[in-house]
């Protein structure tokens, strides 16, 4: 498989950046590069392009938008699950902006729930046992070990 279907539509790595630098620099042309390194022209000029105009190899990181909850929100959240195992994802919202007056979509809520391992789970259903039931049986059990070892 070539780079060329690899690195289809993704950025290229540093040190790819570096081997069309390099050759560059040692006065090999756009177009041989391209072809030895199996990389498009158009990346290859691109490259050498941005060198030219900023002395930079390594582009600057894209800007994106930024995360809703910052690593304060995150472990309010955290801490919000943990008193309460079993509220709903709406009900946590409400929580959560209450505590922090910081308004986001349920969805996110979730996202960032996943991302800290909490998904959503059914609790185990345990019957109710009252305080009588629960001595009589452990008397029924306490004459059955009897009986057996008579």
């Known amino acids: 498989m070539s780079k060329k279907k690899e690195q289809k539509r993704k950025e290229l790595t540093e040190g790819d950046r570096n081997q069309i630098?390099?050759?560059?620099?040692?006065?090999?042309?756009?177009s041989t590069i391209s072809s030895i390194l199996d990389f498009p022209p158009s990346t290859t000029y691109d490259v050498i392009d941005y060198y030219k105009n900023t002395g930079e190899i390594k582009p600057l990181p894209r800007s994106g938008r930024p995360p809703a909850l910052n690593e304060r929100d995150k472990h309010h959240l955290i801490q919000i699950v943990k008193e309460d195992r079993k509220v709903t994802l709406n009900e946590l919202n409400d929580k959560f902006i209450q505590a922090t007056s910081n308004k986001v979509c349920t969805r996110t809520l979730q996202n960032y729930l996943h991302e800290e391992g909490f998904y959503s789970r059914a609790g185990k259903r345990k019957p109710f046992v009252s305080e009588t039931n629960r001595k009589k049986c452990l008397e029924w059990v306490k004459d059955k070990m009897n009986w057996d070892s008579e």
């Open 21 to 30: 630098i390099g050759a560059w620099r040692c006065g090999v042309p756009g």
